[in-house]
C-alpha cells in the first residue's frame, strides 16, 4: 500500500492494483466504460473524466449507462457521447460493441448487477464466452470482488470522483489547458453533488487540497454549482413544496420521510432522474436525524434513499431492510417484491428498534 502523492494520508491506494489498471488501460484497443443505473453526478463525472482521459492518451472508449440523466447534468461536458439505455431498450449496435471490446471499466458501484437488469445480462452471455479483463474503480462499501478481475476500492473516499482525481491529477498534467479543465471539471462535478455540496462525506481536510488542485487545473465551480443547485424548472420546485408538504415527521424517531408515486411524478411532470436531492431536504429540520425518500419504480418495485447526519447509520438501515448499503449517511436499496406501504414499514420498524437500543 502506498499513500498516493501523498495527496490525502488517510486514503491509501495499492500501488500494484493502480499499476496494472492504468497498464490494461493503456494496452486496451477499446475500453467499454460503465456507470451505475440510474446515474447520477459521480457517475457520470467519473466515467466522462476517464472517456476524456483516455481519448487524450489516445485508446478507443465508449460509456454505456442505464437510465435518464439528472436535468441538472445537461451541460456536463461531454454528456452527448453517452450511449444511454431507457425501458429495456438496447440501442441498435451495443451487443456488436461489447463484443468488440478488450477491456470493461466499471466505476462508481460494487457490482455488476448494479448496472441493469439490461446491461448485466448482455455482460454476463458476453464474459461467459468471451473472457476479457473487467476493471472497477468505487468508493462504495461491500465490493463483489468475484465480478472485477482489477480493482481499487476505497470506501473512505468522499465520491468515486475522489478517487479518480487522485489517480488522474498528476497524468493530466500535461494535458492541453482545455482538456485538463474537461476532466477537472467533470471531477470536481462527482465530489460536488456526491456530498451534497459537502455536507456529508467531507469531514477530512485534505479533500479540499484535491478541490483546489482540480480548480488549479480549470474546474470550474461556480458552474457546477449554479447547474446542480440553482438552476431548478418551476416543476421540480412545485413537486419540491409537495413533498415538503407531505412528508412525516416523527421527531420522537429522529426521522423524516416521504413517498412518490409515478402517478405523482407524472402528475409534476418530472421524470425519476428529477428528483435528485430531494431526499436531502428534510435534513434542513433541526430535530431530523435521517431522511428517506420512497419512489415507487416501473421495473424495481419501491426504490429507497437515506441520508442522515453525525452516527445515524443509514448503510445498515438499506443493507438490512432493502438488500442494499452505502455509506454511513447517505445510502439506498429497493424493495423489488413489495409495495410502498411494505417499505415504509420495514423503515419503521428498524428505526425504531434502532431508537430503543439507543436508550
Known amino acids: 500500500m502506498k499513500i498516493y502523492n501523498n495527496i490525502d494520508p488517510s486514503i491509501p491506494i495499492n500501488t500494484e492494483a493502480e499499476a496494472a489498471l492504468f497498464t490494461q488501460l493503456q494496452k486496451s484497443q477499446h ?3 460503465l456507470g451505475h443505473k440510474g446515474p447520477d453526478g459521480d457517475s457520470v463525472g467519473s466515467s466522462l473524466a476517464m472517456h476524456y482521459y483516455l481519448m487524450a492518451i489516445g485508446v478507443k472508449n465508449t460509456v454505456v449507462m442505464d437510465g435518464s440523466f439528472p436535468y441538472t447534468l445537461k451541460n456536463i461536458e461531454g454528456l452527448d457521447h453517452i450511449i444511454s439505455i431507457h425501458m429495456d431498450n438496447v440501442p441498435e449496435g451495443l451487443q456488436q460493441l461489447i463484443d468488440n471490446t478488450d477491456t470493461v471499466l466499471c466505476l462508481d ?7 441493469g437488469k439490461t446491461l448485466t445480462s448482455l455482460l454476463q452471455e458476453n464474459l461467459s464466452k468471451h473472457r476479457r479483463p473487467v476493471l472497477c474503480i468505487d468508493h462504495h462499501t461491500n465490493p463483489q470482488d468475484e465480478d472485477f478481475d482489477i480493482l481499487i476500492s476505497v470506501p473512505q473516499a468522499s465520491a468515486t470522483c475522489h478517487i479518480l482525481a487522485l489517480l488522474l491529477i498528476e497524468r493530466i498534467s500535461s494535458f492541453p489547458p482545455k482538456t485538463q479543465q474537461i476532466i477537472a471539471t467533470q471531477l470536481l462535478w462527482g465530489i460536488i453533488t456526491d456530498t451534497g455540496r459537502f455536507n456529508h462525506a467531507s469531514g477530512n481536510p485534505a479533500l479540499f487540497e484535491v478541490v483546489a488542485d482540480l480548480m488549479r487545473l480549470g474546474a470550474q465551480k ?3 454549482v449554479n447547474e446542480t443547485f440553482h438552476s431548478h424548472p418551476v416543476s421540480r420546485l412545485r413537486l419540491e413544496g409537495y ?3 407531505h412528508m412525516v415527521i416523527r421527531e420522537d424517531l429522529g426521522v423524516a420521510y416521504f413517498s412518490l408515486t409515478l402517478d405523482e411524478l407524472k402528475h409534476f411532470g418530472v421524470t425519476p ?5 430531494l431526499v436531502n431536504k428534510p435534513l434542513d429540520i433541526a430535530s431530523i436525524k435521517c431522511s428517506a425518500f ?8 419501491i426504490k429507497i434513499s ?3 447526519k453525525g452516527d ?7 443493507s438490512t431492510c432493502y438488500g442494499g448499503g452505502g455509506h454511513i449517511n447517505a445510502a439506498g436499496g429497493e424493495l423489488a417484491s413489495g409495495n410502498m406501504e411494505e417499505a415504509i414499514s420495514l423503515f419503521l420498524q428498524e428505526v425504531t428498534s434502532f431508537a430503543e437500543k439507543g436508550k
Do not use: H, P, Q
Request: a negative charge; one cysteine or more.
Open 31 to 33: 475500453v467499454l466504460i
Open 109 to 115: 458501484f460494487n457490482k455488476l448487477s448494479r448496472t
Open 222 to 224: 461556480d458552474l457546477i
Open 243 to 245: 413533498v415538503m408538504e
Open 273 to 277: 432522474a428529477d428528483t435528485e436531492g
Open 294 to 301: 420512497f419512489r415507487e419504480s416501473r421495473e424495481e418495485g
Open 306 to 308: 437515506m441520508r442522515s
Open 312 to 318: 445515524f447509520a443509514v448503510n445498515a438501515i438499506c
